[in-house]
T-cell receptor, first 113, second 111 residues
Framework: EADIYQTPRYLVIGTGKKITLECSQT?????MYWYQQDPGMELHLIHY???????EKGDLSSESTVSRIRTEHFPLTLESARPSHTSQYLC????????????FGPGTRLTVL | RKEVEQDPGPFNVPEGATVAFNCTYS??????FFWYRQDCRKEPKLLMS???SGNEDGRFTAQLNRASQYISLLIRDSKLSDSATYLC????????????FGAGTRLFVKA
């Protein structure tokens, strides 16, 4: 079982609110990722990090931002939530090498009203 | 053209059937290959890595053909519990390492 955690698991919030989705892993992994996935659709990489103080944008443009101040923690923030942000957000981590098995957290299902 | 392409599915098969999924990748320099499984409304989980020599884990067999840039997953004697989406995953070396997930192929196994 992977030691990667996401909170909250479910979030229903009104338009315009600022939200932070938490992701923590206890495996000491250098690489961490955020994916966005709508029901029945494919994963889209929105942010990733190679390590502390490293953050990069993924393939899908996102209005969210991320930070990596500690190895184990990779929070994602939306300054002003909108209904178009409604989706599932999955956090993952991996060791930074070629055999790049990613371990996923359980996800946060976000609904913006 | 997508970097990783999978059979669109869905596959609807009876219990006990053998089913094969195909995946192609565009970057000939890709280094590592995996199959992940994602259950409905759950996170993806590693099913198995794929090696050039092929590998087998119980009812599951994965094969890699580097010349054709093609990966396959074979499931024998399908169970109801095999119903899920199967994701083909490829890692490329591009400065660092970049992991690309396919869109997935959904499998429904029916009694």
């Amino acid at each position: 079982e992977a030691d990667i955690y996401q909170t909250p698991r479910y979030l229903v919030i009104g338009t315009g609110k600022k939200i932070t989705l938490e992701c923590s892993q206890t495996m000491g992994h250098d690489k961490m990722y955020w994916y966005q996935q709508d029901p029945g659709m494919e994963l889209h990489l929105i942010h990733y990090s190679y390590g502390v103080n490293s953050t990069e944008k993924g393939d899908l443009s996102s209005e969210s931002t991320v930070s990596r101040i500690r190895t184990e923690h990779f929070p994602l923030t939306l300054e002003s939530a909108r209904p178009s942000h409604t989706s599932q957000y999955l956090c993952a981590s991996s060791v930074h090498k070629a055999d790049d098995t990613q371990y996923f957290g359980p996800g946060t299902r976000l609904t913006v009203l | 053209r997508k970097e990783v392409e999978q059979d669109p599915g869905p596959f609807n098969v009876p219990e006990g059937a053998t089913v094969a999924f195909n995946c192609t990748y565009s970057n000939s320099a890709s280094q590592s290959f995996f199959w992940y499984r994602q259950d409905c409304r759950k996170e993806p989980k590693l099913l198995m890595s794929v090696y050039s020599s092929g590998n087998e884990d119980g009812r599951f067999t994965a094969q890699l053909n580097r010349a054709s840039q093609y990966i396959s997953l074979l499931i024998r004697d399908s169970k109801l519990s095999d119903s899920a989406t199967y994701l083909c995953v490829v890692t490329e070396r591009t400065g660092g390492f970049k992991t690309i997930f396919g869109a997935g192929t959904r499998l429904f196994v029916k009694a």
